[in-house]
Antibody
């Protein structure tokens, strides 16, 4: 069974940093693209970033470019999101999601999410 | 950036009756590889999103056949043939034809 478990969220001051992790199990992690998607409390979904299966290609939404870095460790079956220079508007639940990749391009499994709160 | 506009934003439905949600894109979602990367997700209260439909009309594993997707180009529809109590939640369309991937605003389905 596919499982995605996020961790690393919490309260951080504006300008601070956090690193989110997403531990994957139940599938061959290195065969899938992975994404981060966030959801402001009570609001809609916003795609944040994507990494291809071997980590050679990444993409970001404009509002986080230069501040967030997506990476993965296929040996540890883990996805990461390094978030620097955090802003109040980055406050959200962050989900990791799996994507079968080229020719597919959909998010078939999601984690439960981890809450990031940016506040002074 | 591609903008997806969903209508209606709220849909009160009687149990056993059909429901329909529209998703209109600001530009064609037909990819150069011939696929149209439009999917539908359901988010029940307090839960993460769940994939229902991918590439316009393909039901994901385990999704009941009362859910169906249709459309092409810029206009897409999710239909629930007979709404059940477990279908309450917010429904999102999402495009993956172009980066950044974008979502519709969400449509809240509730029981009358």
């Amino acid at each position: 069974e596919v499982h995605l478990v996020e961790s690393g969220g919490g309260l951080v001051q504006p300008g601070g940093s956090l690193r989110l992790s997403c531990a994957a199990s139940g599938f061959t992690f290195s065969s899938y693209w992975m994404h981060w998607v966030r959801q402001d409390p009570g609001k809609g979904l916003v795609w944040v970033s994507r990494i291809d299966n071997d980590g050679s290609s990444t993409s970001y939404v404009g509002s986080v470019k230069g501040r967030f870095t997506i990476s993965r460790d296929n040996a540890k079956n883990t996805l990461y999101l390094q978030m620097n220079s955090l802003r109040v508007e980055d406050t959200a639940v962050y989900y990791c999601a799996r994507d079968p990749g080229t020719g597919a391009k959909y998010h078939d499994y999601w984690g439960q999410g981890t809450l990031v709160t940016v506040s002074s | 950036e591609i903008v997806l506009t969903q209508t209606p934003l709220s849909s009160p439905v009687t149990l056993g009756q059909p429901a329909s949600i529209s998703c209109r894109s600001s530009q064609s979602l037909l990819h150069s590889d011939g696929n149209t990367y439009l999917s539908w997700l359901q988010q029940r209260p307090g839960q993460p999103p769940r994939l229902l439909i991918y590439k316009i009309s393909n039901r994901f594993s385990g999704v009941p056949d009362r859910f169906s997707g249709s459309g092409a180009g810029t206009d897409f529809t999710l239909k629930i043939s007979r709404v059940e109590a477990e279908d309450v939640g917010v429904y999102y369309c999402m495009q993956a034809t172009q980066f950044p991937r974008t979502f519709g605003q969400g449509t809240k389905v509730e029981i009358k």
